[in-house]
């Protein structure tokens, strides 16, 4: 199984925001971003079976970008909200165990926890609007292989 993971793109700063942090948006720079950052996607032949994305409003947005790009349908998924880890990322792979690849969509610091625990404890760092491949070596555990990640700059090249 193949993992994408998409950290959400550019928010409003959450020292400006008045509201719920759930409900805070991207931002007109963040979603002009992420259209440029599907096209590159698209252009590197990024397929997937799903997207699964938290529900707050920055990951939903996010999600249905790329959901538009890659012609998926986007899943809302309350574990990856706050304090996503593996032991969740077991869970959800176990779900969809069907899908050969998964998008999903989620935030910081979970993300780079994460990937940096499933490819071997290496510090990774998700940029908002990064995107990481990660090819399943074991689910069970879950265990993986860090084939990319590509910082948003990259991806707006």
């Known amino acids: 199984m193949i993992l994408y993971f998409l950290r959400h ?10 509201g719920d942090d759930r409900e ?3 931002t007109d720079e963040g979603v002009m971003q992420l259209n440029t950052s599907v096209k590159t996607m698209k252009k590197i032949g990024v397929k997937i079976d799903i997207i699964i994305s938290s529900p707050l409003k920055r990951a939903v947005q996010t999600a249905q970008i790329a959901a538009k ?31 050969t690849a998964i998008m999903l969509v989620g935030h910081e610091p ?14 990774i760092i998700m940029k908002k609007g990064g995107l990481a491949r990660i090819d399943l070596i074991e689910s069970s555990l879950p265990k993986g292989e860090l084939v990319w990640l590509l910082p948003p700059k990259v991806m707006l090249a």
Do not use: C, M, N
């Open 9 to 18: 793109g550019l928010a409003i700063d959450s020292e400006t925001w008045v």
């Open 24 to 26: 805070r948006p991207l």
């Open 69 to 99: 790009a890659l012609d998926q349908e986007v899943v809302l998924d309350e574990r990856l909200a706050y304090g996503f880890g593996l032991e969740i990322l077991s869970e959800v792979i176990a779900e969809h165990s069907q899908a």
């Open 110 to 123: 979970d993300f780079s926890s994460v990937v940096s625990k499933l490819t071997g404890g290496s510090e």
